[in-house]
């Protein structure tokens, strides 16, 4: 086989990845409608709803994994204006509505409504989603998103009441190396995915950067990230 003909195998997977992506947005919209009808049961209600949270998170692995192939190719978009927090909560609020309907979690928001960031807002839009679906997986009943500035940062956090990050996230959320190792239950895809997004928002030398926590006081994990 020729040069010309050798398979760039990661090209066709990010081309493969972009087509799935269209068709499971395709899907998800098709879950809403038939979800929303109104001759549904509460059970078949709850039913789509899990069908449509299940189809969000392969769409948001798809999403990343697109993501972090133009990344490491030196062409991801990135476009950093001025933006309202606020819409980035309400969007990913939107967005999960349909599983938010069916289950007994509360959301409280703790933002002022005219608190600004510098951001890209589909990227940071996309980030703040991967999380927040994460904690509709572990969280008990309540899940609190929260934004405020602080030394010259802003700070956008995601809390639960689930039981908290594993040790080797909390270990690769304040280092270099991500673990991928699926035994443990999560890959780190989605923490690889935030710290190189974060990384993006750079402003003179200070650089985005993403912190987990587990709460001291009570159960339960805080993801924090931190732009200039």
């Known amino acids: 086989m020729s040069d010309q003909e050798k398979l760039d195998f990661s090209t066709i997977l990010a081309t493969s990845v972009h087509d799935m992506k269209n068709s499971l947005f395709m899907l998800l919209q098709s879950i809403e409608v038939l979800g929303s009808a109104d001759n549904l049961t509460d059970q078949q209600h709850k039913s789509f709803a899990d069908l449509h949270y299940q189809t969000s998170r392969v769409n948001s692995t798809l999403m990343q994994l697109l993501a972090l192939y133009r990344s490491d190719k030196k062409e991801l978009p990135i476009y950093i204006d001025e ?8 969007e990913v609020i939107d967005k999960n509505q349909t599983y938010l309907n069916c289950h007994d979690i509360e959301i409280n928001v703790d933002v002022d409504d005219d608190l600004m960031g510098y951001f890209d807002i589909d990227l940071i839009t996309y980030l703040i989603g991967d999380i927040f679906v994460n904690a509709l997986r572990h969280a008990q009943k ?13 700070n956008i956090q995601v809390e639960d009441d689930g039981e908290g990050y594993p040790e080797h996230m909390l270990a690769a959320s304040q280092n270099n190396q991500t673990d991928f190792n699926a035994n443990k239950g999560r890959s780190g895809l989605g923490l690889l995915f935030a710290k190189r997004i974060a990384a993006e928002h750079k402003n003179k030398q200070i650089q985005g950067h993403i912190l987990c926590e587990n709460k001291l006081q009570s159960k339960g994990g805080v993801f924090t990230l931190r732009l200039p």
């Open 142 to 154: 309540t899940i609190h998103l929260r934004a405020f500035s602080k030394d010259g940062l802003l």
């Open 83 to 90: 933006h309202c927090v606020v819409d980035v909560f309400t």
